[in-house]
């Protein structure tokens, strides 16, 4: 199948980009600045635009099969961009995005939203839940297949051993895991011609109970150990954070629709630890830096 990935230049577009070109995919890239050395092996061809016009999108689109929707400012850029910029790449560019999908009779798209969704009354999440929104509306009026992915915080971690770690505790997740969710959610739309529209939440999967971890505040160290045993050791040589009570992934709405269930936890995490330090030594995971930034 041929798939037009816009925003193919951002984190998500390099890291799924590879995924689906192993899968056989033909893939038609665009972004706004020049095609990177290292995605020009995958990509069939590349179109330079600014998704915010939509100028040339209509031509990127031809003879595509599905549009995957990366392009977004996040949380992240908060205080960088204003509400106009978030409105003008967020909800413009998603929208000039399903003009072409109807300009070229493609009826499957994948949408990069985020569980900013929830907190839809700030300038960040207001524009997903607007992209959502302009999912549904396509669906309805164009007859065009969505499925709106909802990653929760895997923006480039410090380093991984201090900050990538516990934030599995409080609401992050790994970039794998969303990766994963949208090759899942593309397969799933170009497997079918049945008109469909639905989120996926792209989140940790719980490795507690809501009993598990009540009363952690009072004996953080504990709690974890008798949850994760045989790590005690290593959360307090690296002096992870961990006071803080860890949050319950509250949904995890249309993973099993499309066969995707997320793997990594801070005990997979806090497994991988025990294997590096073993392999490596203390500075040397402590000196690990985010990949993707």
């Known amino acids: 199948m041929r798939i037009l990935v816009t925003g193919a230049t951002g984190n998500i577009g390099k890291g799924i980009i590879p995924k689906l070109h192993g899968a056989g995919h033909k893939l038609v890239l665009s972004d706004l600045g020049s095609l990177p050395e ?25 003879g595509c099969d599905l549009i995957l929707h990366l392009p977004a400012w996040h949380g ?20 000039y995005a399903f003009q072409a999908a109807r300009a070229n009779g493609i009826k499957k798209f ?49 380093d991984w051993v201090s900050h990538y770690g516990p934030r599995l505790l409080y609401g992050g997740v790994d970039r794998q895991d969303v990766l994963e969710s949208i090759f899942c959610a593309v397969q799933h739309l170009l497997g079918t011609d049945e008109l469909q529209g639905f989120p996926v939440d792209a989140m940790r999967p ?3 109970t809501a009993e598990q971890i009540e009363g952690w505040e009072s004996d953080p160290l504990g709690k ?20 803080r009570k860890p949050n319950l992934t509250p949904t995890f709405l249309g993973g099993e629709q499309v066969g995707f269930t997320p793997k990594v936890h801070f005990g997979t995490f806090l497994a991988e630890l025990r294997r590096l330090d073993a392999e ?14």
């Open 110 to 158: 994948v949408f990069l939203s985020s569980q900013a969704w929830h907190g839809h009354y700030d300038k960040y999440g207001f524009t997903k839940r607007v992209g959502e929104e302009l999912c549904e509306y396509n669906k309805n009026q164009n007859g065009i297949s969505y499925i709106a992915i909802r990653p929760a915080d895997l923006t480039p971690w410090r």
């Open 76 to 95: 992240i850029h908060w205080n960088a961009k204003t509400e106009v910029d978030f409105w003008r790449l967020n909800v413009d560019g998603t929208f």
């Open 38 to 62: 290292s995605l020009q092996p995958f990509a069939e061809s590349y179109h330079q635009l600014d998704i915010q016009t939509g100028f040339g999108l209509d031509r990127a689109a031809e």
């Open 206 to 208: 719980n490795a507690f």
């Open 224 to 243: 974890c150990e008798s949850i994760f045993p045989g790590y005690r050791d290593l959360i307090e040589r690296y002096a992870l954070d961990i006071t």
């Open 280 to 293: 490596l030594g203390e500075d040397a995971v402590k000196a690990i830096r985010c990949d993707y930034l």
